[in-house]
């Protein structure tokens, strides 16, 4: 059974720093994309960033480019998401996500059909 844990999150001021992790199991790890997603209240989900299997491919949403960071260490079964300049728009419910096949190498998609295993999420919330 593919389980993601996410934690890392928390409150922050902004212009302030987090790292979140994601946690795999139930799977080979190492031949997964994995991605991470956000969604405000109200608002519907965004993806952030995704790596290939290895780390080779990294992909950012224009929103979040030289602020965040995500890096996988495949013999810990984790991926990272470490967040920098953190800003109030930042507020968000953060959730890891994989597909449900091994990803071909050095591609991660930014399409949220491709994914279909999913965390419970980690909150973070950034105050001005």
């Known amino acids: 059974q593919v389980q993601l844990a996410e934690s890392g999150g928390g409150s922050v001021q902004a212009g302030g720093s987090l790292k979140l992790s994601c946690v795999g199991s139930?799977?080979?790890?190492?031949?997964?994309?994995v991605a991470w997603f956000r969604q405000a209240p109200g608002e519907s989900r965004e993806w952030v960033a995704c790596?290939?299997?290895?780390?080779?491919?990294?992909k950012y949403a224009d929103s979040v480019k030289d602020r965040f960071t995500i890096s996988r260490d495949n013999a810990k079964n984790t991926v990272y998401l470490h967040m920098t300049r953190l800003a109030p728009e930042d507020t968000s419910m953060y959730y890891c996500a994989t597909t449900s096949r091994d990803g071909r190498l050095n591609f991660c998609s930014e399409e949220e059909p491709e994914y279909e295993s999913w965390g419970q999420g980690t909150q973070v919330t950034v105050s001005s």
């Open positions: 139930g799977f080979t790890f190492h031949k997964r994309f």
């Open positions: 790596t290939s299997r290895y780390g080779e491919t990294l």
